[in-house]
């Protein structure tokens, strides 16, 4: 992996052990699904406000019993209780802008990357970032940046949109602007784990959700082509489109169990797909269509399915007018 003269003085001031994400990636299906948590209460709806915030992506943590939410606008993740209270958490100013989070254990996972609708977006930056973060929630700092745009060639665009982790605790990242998958490894060492100019390419946006299943494949929409795809990891990462259901335009993932996948899409639902052959095909089990408002990414917790409203189609149609950007009032709401 490359590191510019940027990263140096975080490498050199801490050094993210192998031992560290073992432990994390050891607990992930009690952390990462957040299956159990503190609170029982969960409400079917809960409506926060954080002015232009625009929040991408959502996990939660049992430690805070909080939602964390990203923020597209302004590079940092927030907190929002089941209440409704929303509180800023973490930030940097090497953050630009968040999409995908994880939480583990007292880790917090969140890719960072500049789409130009950021207060920090840059010329620099702007379509040419792609980067892990790594924050602690004990110290509320930023504790390891890990480069994945050095990955590909300067001209190439960037996006690090959303990931995933396995039990070694190795996680996969995907690229919404080049047809890429990342991964990185326990110890931090990042590489291109497959690269598909025909499955994973798009005009505008590609790759997007992901989700590691337990038999050894990752699942990765691709919201562009609106199809889901395999990678099966034991097989020389070999790519194979997964069928039966038609066309989805997939934003966020959550895989359930070994047979339900939650997906996401850009038309304002939610939908629950369910194989019974490894996801070598899927069907329609359930679609949830009513309330959702420029919805993203979801998280599994507490036995139910929670989806973030983020007015997601507010942020394309602002671009060259970030004044236009100005919403306060989010949503995260249960699937039914």
């Not at 007292?106 to 790594?134: F, H, M, W, Y």
């Not at 070694?168 to 047809?179: A, H, K, L, M, Q």
């Not at 784990?193 to 299943?213: C, K, M, Q």
């Amino acid at each position: 992996m490359a590191f510019n003269a940027r990263h140096l003085s975080i490498m050199n001031s801490y050094q993210l052990s192998l031992a560290l994400l073992i432990v994390c990636a050891c607990t992930l299906l009690a952390c990462e699904d957040h299956r159990t948590s503190p609170n029982a209460g969960f409400p079917q709806r809960i409506n926060f406000t954080a002015p232009r915030q625009y929040p991408e992506g959502i996990a939660y943590s049992a430690q805070l019993d909080r939602f964390l939410v990203t923020s597209i606008t302004q590079g940092k993740v927030g907190t929002v209780s089941t209440s409704g209270q929303y509180e800023d958490l973490l930030t940097d100013p090497a953050f630009v802008s968040g999409n995908g989070l994880r939480v583990v254990g007292s880790k917090v996972l969140v890719c960072n990357n500049d789409q130009g609708a950021s207060i920090k977006s840059s010329p620099a930056t702007n379509r040419q970032l792609a980067e892990l973060l790594i924050f602690d929630l004990n110290t509320r700092r930023l504790e390891r940046r890990i480069d994945l745009d050095d990955l590909l060639p300067a001209a190439a665009p960037n996006f690090a949109n959303d990931l995933t982790i396995s039990p070694t605790g190795t996680i996969y990242v995907t690229d919404s602007f080049s047809p890429v998958i990342y991964q990185v490894s326990s110890s931090g060492q990042a590489s291109v784990l497959v690269r598909d100019e025909l499955r994973f390419s798009a005009p505008l946006f590609g790759l997007n959700g992901i989700a590691y299943h337990p038999n050894g494949y990752l699942i990765v929409a691709n919201i562009g082509q609106g199809k889901l795809y395999k990678i099966d990891l034991a097989n020389n990462n070999a790519v194979s489109e997964i069928t039966g259901f038609g066309t989805l335009s997939g934003d966020g993932l959550a895989l359930v169990g070994t047979t339900d996948l939650y997906v996401v899409t850009n038309n304002n639902s939610v939908t629950r797909l369910v194989s019974n052959d490894n996801f070598a095909s899927a069907s329609v089990a359930q679609t949830d269509a009513a309330g959702y408002t420029g919805a993203t990414t979801c998280v599994y917790v507490n036995g139910q399915l929670y989806t973030l409203n983020a007015r997601i189609g507010e942020v394309g149609a602002a671009m060259g007018d970030l004044s236009k950007l100005q919403a306060a009032d989010y949503s995260i709401q249960r699937f039914r």
